[in-house]
Nanobody, 113 residues
Framework: QVQLVESGGGLAQAGGSLTLSCAASRSILSIMAWYRQAPGNQRELVARISSSGSTNYAASVKGRFTVSRDNAKNTVYLQMKSLKPEDTAVYYC?????????WGQGTQVTVSS
């Protein structure tokens, strides 16, 4: 099993920045990703990063968010800049391991206008 523990969420003003962290309980030798879910919406992919560092972003966050990982610390980060009210959501860390997918408990990000 894998535990994913997110941290770093909170309240920010529009135009501000936040950085999320997700620590895995064991080494993840595959992609790790961030998803988000706003009230009334489906969970959507925000960004993902391969074990080698290749990244993909949702169009809505490209150029504002940066995903990175530290494999030595089993941690993935999401640096969020130029935040908008529409970025308000619960952000979840995701990782596949051993044929199973794992999710963190989620961390709330609220952006005020």
């Amino acid at each position: 099993q894998v535990q994913l523990v997110e941290s770093g969420g909170g309240l920010a003003q529009a135009g501000g920045s936040l950085t999320l962290s997700c620590a895995a309980s064991r080494s993840i030798l595959s992609i790790m990703a961030w998803y988000r879910q706003a009230p009334g919406n489906q969970r959507e992919l925000v960004a993902r990063i391969s074990s080698s560092g290749s990244t993909n972003y949702a169009a809505s966050v490209k150029g504002r968010f940066t995903v990175s990982r530290d494999n030595a610390k089993n941690t993935v980060y999401l640096q969020m800049k130029s935040l908008k009210p529409e970025d308000t959501a619960v952000y979840y860390c995701f990782a596949p391991y051993g044929g199973t997918t794992y999710w963190g408990q989620g961390t709330q990000v609220t952006v005020s206008s």
